[in-house]
Each structure stands twice: as structure tokens, then as C-alpha cells.
């Protein structure tokens, strides 16, 4: 099956799906003034990856958290990465085997996970519900409860909204988005997850949610 409105977007996709990989890379370069790595590992930190770990990146665009995870999780470790995007999946796929990384990138939308239940220990979406309309969203976030295990973590981290005087070169580069933290926080309760952590990132205007599904529940609920 096909995604009518654009041929090379899965079924049901809605949301902003970028196609520019290489310019994506070069505005996160300016964002972290040439320090993604590092910024990379502090949102890591942030999701208390072990080794071994079974782990998702939704709406993984070029790749970079997925590789630093699966640089985190070792070889023991699997890590899957989707996105509606073709274009950034083929530049995700060429930088995992620069790095000689295995990331497994999958041509999905957020919305309908491509997963079986109860798959994944932890589950990553960075700067990606902002791409999406509210009920997509919503969709999204039931979809990661849906393949995370009993006791797995969801970590969500996105803009707050800035004041229009604090925005700089970068943010008429590139307009983003935002979503409000207490929006998040009430979208994860609503799927079922707890809250386990809030608060700003300390980059820019970036703030966090990392949840968790509740242990001891077998079957995960379907949407
Ligand atoms: C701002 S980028 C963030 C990429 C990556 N998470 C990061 O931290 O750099 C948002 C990504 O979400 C993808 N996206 C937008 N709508 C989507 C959808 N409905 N399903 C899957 N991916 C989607 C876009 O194609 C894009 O790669």
C-alpha cells in the first residue's frame, strides 16, 4: 500500500517529513556550533541506556542519536531507527556505515509502528513531535507505549517556545517548531506512561520527558 497525496511517504503519514538530509545536518551543526556528538550523548544521558538494550528512534532523520546509541547499547545491543523520509534514511544509512555501525532503519510513519508489541527497552523521539499535528502525535506516543516492554523507557525531547526577542540567526534558518512540556507530559500520561523525569535540557530552548511503561503489564495496550 501507498500513501496517495506522496508515493514515497508510508500509509497514513501525516506530519512535516523533511527531505533535505543534507541541509538538516549542516542546521544541527550550526544549532550545536560543531559539538553534535556531545550534544548527542547528553540527550543519551538523559535515557540511561545499558548494554544490551533493545532501543527505537522515531522520526530518526540523518541518523546521528541512532548511531550514538547503538555506540551505547554495544554490540549486544540493537537499535532500530524510522522515519517517513526517504531521503534521510539513505543519508542515516551512509553515516551508520561510515561510523561501521549496525543501526536497523526502517521506512515507517510514527503513527503505525512497524513493530510488534513490547519489543523495545527504550524508545527515543528528539525534535520530531513537533513535525507532527496534534493527533498524530498522540498517535505516535500510544504507538511507542505499544512496542516498549513492561518497565521500558520512552524519552521524548523537543522546543519549548522561545520569546520572540530571544530568536537568533539560527531560528529564521530554520523555523521550527514547538511543543509545550506540559503537553507532552500530559500526552504520555494519557498513553499510559509515567513520568519518570521533566526539565530543561540545558541546550537552547530544548526541554525533556523521559517515562516509563508500567512493569508487571504483560500485554501492552493496543491502539
Ligand atoms: C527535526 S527532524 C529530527 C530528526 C532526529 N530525531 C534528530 O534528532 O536529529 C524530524 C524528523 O521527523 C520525520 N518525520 C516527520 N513526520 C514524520 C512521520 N509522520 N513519521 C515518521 N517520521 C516523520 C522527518 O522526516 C524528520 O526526519
Redesign the pocket.
Given at each position: 500500500m501507498t500513501n496517495a497525496a506522496n508515493p514515497n511517504?508510508?500509509p497514513?503519514?501525516?506530519?512535516?517529513?523533511?527531505?533535505r538530509?543534507a541541509l538538516?545536518d549542516l542546521t544541527?551543526w550550526l544549532m550545536t556550533l560543531g559539538r553534535e556528538r556531545a550534544f548527542?550523548q547528553r540527550?543519551l544521558n538523559l535515557a540511561h541506556l545499558e548494554p544490551g538494550e533493545s532501543v527505537l528512534?522515531?522520526?530518526?532523520?540523518?541518523?546521528?542519536?541512532?548511531i550514538e546509541a547503538k555506540r551505547h547499547v554495544g554490540p549486544t545491543g540493537t537499535v532500530y531507527?524510522?522515519?517517513?523520509?526517504p531521503?534521510?534514511l539513505v543519508r542515516a544509512d551512509r553515516k551508520a556505515r561510515k561510523a561501521g555501525l549496525e543501526v536497523v532503519l526502517k521506512h515507517?510513519?510514527?503513527?503505525a509502528l512497524p513493530f510488534p508489541d513490547a519489543q523495545f527497552d527504550a524508545a527515543?523521539?528528539?525534535?520530531?513531535l513537533?513535525?507532527?499535528p496534534r493527533k498524530?502525535r498522540e498517535q505516535?506516543v500510544r504507538e511507542i507505549r505499544r512496542v516498549l516492554k513492561p518497565g521500558g523507557r520512552l524519552l521524548v525531547?523537543d522546543f519549548a517556545a522561545s520569546a520572540p526577542k530571544k530568536r537568533d540567526f539560527l531560528a529564521h534558518f530554520h523555523r521550527?517548531g514547538h511543543v509545550d512540556l506540559p503537553d507532552i507530559i500530559a500526552m504520555l500520561g494519557d498513553a499510559g506512561l509515567n513520568i519518570v523525569e521533566s526539565g530543561a535540557v540545558g541546550i537552547r530552548n530544548l526541554q525533556f520527558a523521559l517515562a516509563m511503561a508500567p512493569r508487571g503489564d504483560q500485554s501492552a495496550r493496543k491502539t
Open positions: 511517504l508510508p497514513g503519514t501525516t506530519g512535516l517529513v523533511l527531505r538530509a538538516y544541527v548527542r540527550i528512534d522515531v522520526g530518526c532523520g540523518t541518523g546521528a542519536l541512532a531507527g524510522i522515519d517517513a523520509s531521503e534521510m515507517a510513519a510514527a503513527q527515543l523521539s528528539t525534535i520530531m513537533h513535525h507532527l498524530a505516535c525531547v521550527h
